[in-house]
């Protein structure tokens, strides 16, 4: 006989062997048919989850899921950061700046005034929706830029926007969702004093983290875990969330920092050999499409159902303001006033369509939900549609907008594509 804790372990080991077999299919079935991975796992999920099959169930506020959800987000957004430019960054940097400060407030506040007119929730409450939506999603947009030779301006920017506004977004529904449980009144001017020291504290802790772990595996006399390199990314990933997280800080900008450093090691004066060079970008893209197919799976064996019967009109009507109205506004206010990025026409259009919501929105409404709010529901299934029609929509047709748009370029010809 086993016992209690032997024989969960068993269900949930069950439940793994489930995901991998199912998500390998489901993965080889999206690249056949030239989908994101993510948007089959999300399908896959809701086939295999309760409310369907019933093969899987992890309930959402479990420590199990919360735990999957955090690291996943971690190491996606870390992944992020190493695939960044210092010098793409450099000649786009003030777009990125606005699309991750003014960009994410924006896209808050229009979702927020659509869901206070069509579901009549407190605009506190619709706010941090916007907050969670505002962010974009690295986890969809990696894997397309990699496999499809866009612009590397245009890439290198939308990679490093879904990084930034990740962990703004996330700051914004930290202190947005700190707000309704303490039930506090601060200003702008508090919000903003709090959003500095979330977002500055976590820089600094992962500039610190990375150039670290860039020092331990470089091509010099000390470094010490040049043979271990895809354990120091682990160690770096959780220990740049943590120590951020310690300090009140926000892990999420913390993980991305720390990526960046590690990414651009050669602005450090370090050398990392090609051959841990290799293995490090091997490995996160390894781990990657495991934690991506994790956490898809998981977030569509969550799936309810009844909540989307209910709520599915109006989540609809929410998520086509989110791609219509909100994502063009914030669009046109971050890029045309950056003159020296000189973007045109065609590229502006492509951002508009460019707006994949999923990994770190799926966190952050996790994280919401186990707090007990009392629209968690409502919330939960907006955002479960807002990403499940972005991933199936937009990111699915990126490429082809890509294309049509003219915004292909021959790997031969890219001089900053991205490693």
């Known amino acids: 006989m086993h016992s209690e804790a032997v024989i969960l372990a068993q269900h949930f080991l069950m439940s793994l062997l489930l995901i ?26 809701m ?24 690291f996943g987000a971690c190491f996606i957004l870390f992944h992020g950061g190493t695939i960044t430019s210092f010098n793409v960054l450099g000649k786009v ?25 069509i579901v009549g929730i407190p605009f506190t409450v619709a706010l941090l929706l916007g907050a969670v939506l505002a962010s974009t999603d690295p986890a969809a947009l990696v894997p397309i830029f990699q496999k499809f030779p866009v612009r590397p301006k245009i890439a290198q920017t939308v990679i490093t926007e879904s990084a930034f506004t990740d962990a703004t977004g996330a700051i914004m529904t ?29 820089l600094i802790v992962g500039v610190l983290v990375g150039a670290v772990a860039a020092f331990l595996i470089s091509e ?10 895809p354990l120091v990314i682990v160690i770096s990933v959780l220990a740049a969330y943590l120590l951020a997280e310690q300090i009140h800080a926000s892990g999420f900008m913390g993980v991305f920092a720390a990526g960046l450093m590690l990414g651009n090691a050669g602005s ?56 219509i109205i909100a994502r063009p506004i914030t669009v046109l206010t971050s890029l045309l006033p950056d003159r020296k990025a000189g973007w045109a026409r065609a590229e502006v259009l492509f951002f508009f369509w460019t707006r994949e919501t ?18 968690a529901r409502l919330l939960s299934a907006i955002v479960f549609v807002a990403i499940l029609v972005t991933l199936l929509l937009q990111a699915s047709t990126t490429p082809w907008v890509a294309k049509k748009l003219g915004l292909f370029e021959p790997r031969d010809q890219q001089t900053d594509d991205p490693h």
Do not use: C
Request: glycine share 12%; proline share 2%.
């Open 20 to 45: 991998f077999l199912v998500g390998t299919l489901g993965g080889k079935l999206a690249e056949k048919l030239k989908l994101p991975d993510v948007a089959v796992f999300l399908l896959i999920g």
């Open 358 to 375: 999923g990994v770190i929105a799926a966190a952050l409404i996790g994280i919401v939900a186990s707090t007990g709010l009392k629209e």
């Open 47 to 70: 086939a295999l989850g309760p409310a369907a099959l019933s093969l899987i169930h992890l309930p959402a506020e479990s420590v199990l899921n919360q735990g999957i959800l955090l």
């Open 174 to 202: 930290t202190v947005i969702m700190g707000l309704l449980m303490t039930d506090s009144k601060v200003g702008a001017l508090g919000i903003g004093w709090q959003f500095i020291q979330l977002a500055l504290g976590g």
């Open 220 to 229: 010099n006399d000390h470094g010490l875990l040049r043979q271990f390199t």
């Open 93 to 117: 940097w003030r777009t990125v700046t606005l699309l991750s400060t003014t960009g994410v407030v924006l896209t808050a506040l229009v979702v927020a005034l659509a869901a206070k007119l």
């Open 268 to 323: 450090l004066k370090l050398t990392i050999l090609a051959k841990e060079e290799h293995a490090m970008h091997s490995f996160m893209d390894a781990i990657g499409l495991k934690l991506r197919m994790l956490i898809f799976i998981l977030l569509g064996s969550q799936v309810d159902f009844a909540v989307l019967r209910e709520y599915g009109g109006a989540a609809l009507m929410i998520v086509f303001v989110f791609i």
